[in-house]
């Protein structure tokens, strides 16, 4: 699949939709953050237990699934949800495939396929409206908790 080029109208088009949902202040902070910051977290970091913590349990309420069924379950829900954790995690968090694969009790294959999978979802938003609509929710919520570190 080949990557979009893209130019300083995206940017400022990107820009301007954070600014709409986060608000000038916490776009700044969070842009602040990871100009300062290559990592948000690293894996022996307890910021990145926190942020894998909010990730799970959001995802658990806002794909409205059972807690107990969440890391076994081959619904299409469950796995949407657990593929959206998966995407935040490894995006926002140093942590490895491997030791996500281990957070959730999957093979380290099976992270890394559904991990991509989830990029290329969310490459063609318009193809599945109902998991980018739960996942963005997810996501801004991590993004929001994100930029309120350390403030």
């Keep these: 699949m080949k990557s979009k ?38 894996d022996k970091d307890a910021r990145a237990k926190e942020i894998v913590e909010l990730t799970i349990a959001k995802s658990i309420e806002v794909f409205d699934l059972e807690k107990d069924k969440f ?7 469950y796995k949407d949800a657990r593929m959206s954790c998966y995407y935040i995690i490894h995006k926002y968090t140093q942590i490895s495939y491997g030791r996500i694969s281990e957070i ?9 396929y559904f991990q991509s999978k989830c990029e290329e979802m969310i490459s063609i938003p318009k193809f599945y409206p109902k998991f980018m609509s739960l996942h ?16």
Excluded: C, P
């Design 5 to 42: 080029e893209f130019n300083y109208r995206d940017l400022q088009d990107h820009i301007e939709v954070m600014i709409g949902k986060f608000g000038l202040q916490n776009s700044v902070k969070f842009l602040g953050r990871l100009i300062d910051n290559t990592e948000v977290a690293s």
């Design 71 to 77: 890391y076994q379950s081959d619904l299409t829900e």
């Design 104 to 112: 959730f009790q999957q093979k380290k294959r099976s992270v890394w």
């Design 136 to 151: 963005t929710i997810v996501e801004n919520y991590i993004i929001n908790h994100i930029s309120n570190l350390n403030s």
